[in-house]
């Protein structure tokens, strides 16, 4: 049993709040455990210069903290004036895995930003901010269905993430809290999509390494959490695949 | 009676919500209206440079908002690099607003470092930011005082804010929203004490002047108005100035 | 007596030498006392992208000091890398102050900016740049309007600037030299027009308060001293009012 | 066959050139096919402040190309003025993975540097980086060693790192240069130890998934290499697990 | 006969107002023509960190323009963020140039501090800055002689400094203004002692190249022009060379 | 004899090796002695703002300095996030000596960019850049000449650096190494055409003076030391000034 009575394979509690700030497009408070993100999607009309006239869209991500989301004040990326590498690390994670699932061409020459504000961080930001920035994104993108600027919901399958790490005493574990990250040997974010297949293995072994069969048994509990993750999204955002199909059928 | 029914000297709906971040020593969540502010306060064992060596503590403040707490999109400052005038404005008058109700030398060799985030906005983030940062600073303060790091409460009165300025249709009026802030020909922000005080006036007629009568006026309602912010700090801070007090009794 | 020997009410001596360096389109040398600031007037034929396409035109001010301006030598604002948070309140202030009195439609599509460069600081250097800047800023239009490249002047009354404050042995006092402010306990900017308008108020207490009554006085004292600035800017400039209505007319 | 004739399991000819500048303690150029990077290792007599009194060294490590490394010139981080997020993501990683193989403690308070410059590039320079400086790392230490500084050499064991990827014509392919880089839909970066244990796997799939047995094939490839470059990094160094043993033994 | 009515060899009209801006240890502006610079020193009671613990002072100088100094508005290098290579080019070329008379040994742990600001140009404010710089130098030393923070002038000789370039229609000539420094094909700055010794020549034929005999005429014309700007230093600070000696004699 | 054996007026031994690196239009590694510095010629189709419009081009250089091309490692500029000063001057002279000897009309709206990268430093390194740089830049532009997207050859004549200093053992010498630099009392960089033409002279008395008849020798040492450096230039890239006559008269 863990500190705070988890089985290994047990996430969290995970809440997902629709609506949460009145201005984006889309936007929703995720809380996984004391973990709380907001995360804001953005309809930009226009892409960055790179992607001008291929009549295609762009995703991309921006993630901070709050000064206190953390035990220990944090300076400010503002004040510093420039932004860390832990930041812009975890910024191009989220808009690399979101970009995964999306048919670009089916958006049009827009952007849309997706804004991961952690206000309370208790381990697992990144991957408690890809699972809420994917729900924000979808409300954004339903929106533009419902008012009819883009024909079809450009989203291909669900997307979730979730921590698994090697812990001394409680061995492979899921979901990992503050206090069981810094002590972990081993840690790994995955990305998964709603058909089972991987978008990101991002595992590191700080000062530790690790062996084939580990890896399987992190991969496992993965698995198993992401497909948890996206029946909280489902519960959300409705069933976008049917929604998706059955929309394809009245295009036919 | 304005566009949301209003009168011309009526305060939007108040919340202050206490301890709505678990890791700061002091944190609330303040809504006036649309407007939403967190405001973590942090206590730091060290002054800046500036003030060691003098037995007093230091009171800062930072202020921001997240990218889409407005209609439109604001570009991160940590991406531009730099801060604004307009942040860095309001960071100084926060900071110097709390400073005028607190004993520094009460708080020894420390430094409160209050964050005021705007997750949501709709006018008013600066005098919201105020009127929750005091909240969250006396919660800070008290565990001080419950810890027995510092023996009272160096807090000599209550303080809040609110804006007031000349609309073009409605005259006079308290506690702008953003769309009357923006239409408003003259705006006025106001701190003052639970003494009746003025600790801050700002006010500022863009491409626009005013006369000493509207001065007046625009100051009678700043009064009523922060009368009652007061009230609702009362309610959930408790009575600081009977509360000091006594502790001065047993103190004699 | 004050330690200079003014009354409560006098301003320091005063003087504007208009046409101070030869390439600005206006430039002025104000000296207030011992404060000295060069301001220039630059007249740049488009403005900024926020104000394009509405045919009116824009005011913008910088303001800075030599790093020996005052006492102690401050490091240049172009070493830190970032300008200063008092410096930018204090351009932003200039910038509003001269746009309240400039009828920025009769412009055109141009920006004025103005540049207030502090060569010796003795108190009192953004109240003596607003004064300097609005000669600069008349001298540039009039040049406009002798060329024929606007009509008329865009000018609808004076504008002028002081600090007032309240002193621990003096009570309450006008024009404010270093050592006086470094010791008053409340300090206020005030500017105002020709026509006795407020533009701006800015009133602080520094760690202190203050009342209704103190504030009264105060606004009164400003008013004199603005008054005593005008007639110093009219025999620099002449009668601008009397010479647009006459202007007018013969427009009619 | 691949186009430029290897098998999917072959790298691309590799060079390891010691001593290649003559003022680092340590310095190779590492060639991997067309790819040229020159790994400067630096030993400094102190540890960064974080790591101050634990009586530990530290290992950090930065990373950059030449602006004519690639067949477009890139504009010199130093112009922009700041270090973009990919650098700044694979200097993190070269950082992590050296120190997963370095015994902390037996390197004093010391920093070791490492410098990765590409001079140029053609695919794969972060994973030639990381064989290239673990070399240079080795070199530096063994300096040390020579001078009795450290009393024996404070490496675990062998690090070098690869790539491999799914290229859509080849299907799973070990060393991508940069053209197959460009057209693979899944990239994956493997890390390895001497030992054959996992330090770090990165795989992405920049808008493509990748399902488990697609993984799996990646991790054999990856193995293969990654053997094959350590012998590489032993023809260089020599063998020292061996070397490391016999000085314990001398030591006993 | 040139277009301002110089003779090739003829210096402009040049004074040096000493005492010029109070707060500073040694001020005076300089007035070359059109050209016109404030040079301020201060004294710091200590030296940067590479000079500590030597004995030594050191000497170190900035220099800016104002943004109207110039016919078209400059950009504030603090607006910008960064300092340009011309200005930085300057800033080092003045600081080498009064160490190069100084006997840094003399000063103690101490720092002077230079700082030259063009309020308004019209070519040659690098040369204008030295040959005012140095007065300003001299006067902030004899105020630490009078003041017996040290025994005696630290001051070697004389030091001034002025252009000279060919010009396509006058030829080699003298002292150049904005329009000829324009027009020129080789444009050289030659730093000069009042012994006669060169401290620096920067010759640069921008697109352009130039002979020997050229550089010989160029350097004729410096030699007269620096004799005559160390007559009027000396008209300013006095013959310090004899007063350094007869100094020296009392010491005896 | 100075301490490598080589005589007052000998250079050391100068390498040049073409197409150095496979990207760049241009490259080539120059080794004087010790110092090594790769430089690269990019030709980009456009020209910066500034220079728009005229049909002519423009040529610009960067210089940078590995890490740890010294003995001690030197701070990344694009960590620092700004270009120091001594860079700066050495890129601006780059160019601006490269630009003597073009004719920039020939090359039609187009820049070209050299990279200047020291990857090992033993003094020198700026003139050895030049002397570089213009081998790359005549490669990058035959190529131009060869694919005909230019008639011909834009060079006007050769272009060489070195430097001269005086010594204050070995009196003057030519071609000074980092240990003969750093104890020089007077150091001086010179650059030539082929025609024995001056560009720059950038002779400078750090804390030190010269005279005339120093000045003398030190540009008879320069002028022997670049006549061989040319001789390695030419036997590079051929005879370029019969090339181009030749070319010439085919034109005719």
Not at 31 to 37: A, L
Not at 57 to 62: K, L, N, R, S, Y
Not at 210 to 238: C, M, P, T, W
């Amino acid at each position: 049993m863990r500190h705070d009575d988890r089985q290994n394979d047990e996430l969290r509690s995970i809440h997902i709040e629709p609506d949460y700030i009145m201005h984006p497009e889309g936007s929703v408070l995720i809380t996984v455990g004391r973990t709380k993100v907001i995360c804001n999607a953005t309809i930009e009309e226009r892409v960055p210069p790179f992607m001008r006239g291929q009549g295609k869209g762009w995703i991309t991500a921006e993630y901070a903290m709050l000064p206190r989301a953390t035990a220990q004040r944090n300076i400010r990326e503002s004040s510093k004036g420039k932004i860390g590498g832990r930041t812009m690390e975890i910024q191009r994670l989220i808009g690399r895995a979101l970009r995964s699932v999306v048919d670009l061409e089916k958006i049009g020459e827009r952007t849309l930003w997706i804004d991961c504000d952690v206000i309370q961080a208790d381990g697992g930001t990144r991957t408690a901010s890809i699972t809420g920035a994917f729900v924000a994104m979808v409300l954004a993108f339903q929106k533009l269905v419902e008012n009819k600027t883009i024909k079809e919901l450009p989203i291909k399958t669900y997307l979730a993430a979730t921590s698994v790490g090697i812990h001394p005493e409680y061995g492979p574990i899921l979901d990992l809290c503050y206090e069981e990250d810094s002590t972990a040997a081993v840690d790994m974010n995955v990305v998964m999509t709603g058909t089972g297949q991987f978008v990101e293995i991002q595992g590191t072994g700080e000062e530790a390494t690790f062996s084939e069969d580990q890896l399987a048994s992190l991969l496992n509990l993965a698995k198993k959490g992401i497909r948890e993750l996206i029946d909280v999204q489902k519960s959300v955002i409705g069933d976008i695949e049917k929604a998706e199909s059955t929309e394809n059928r009245s295009e036919g």
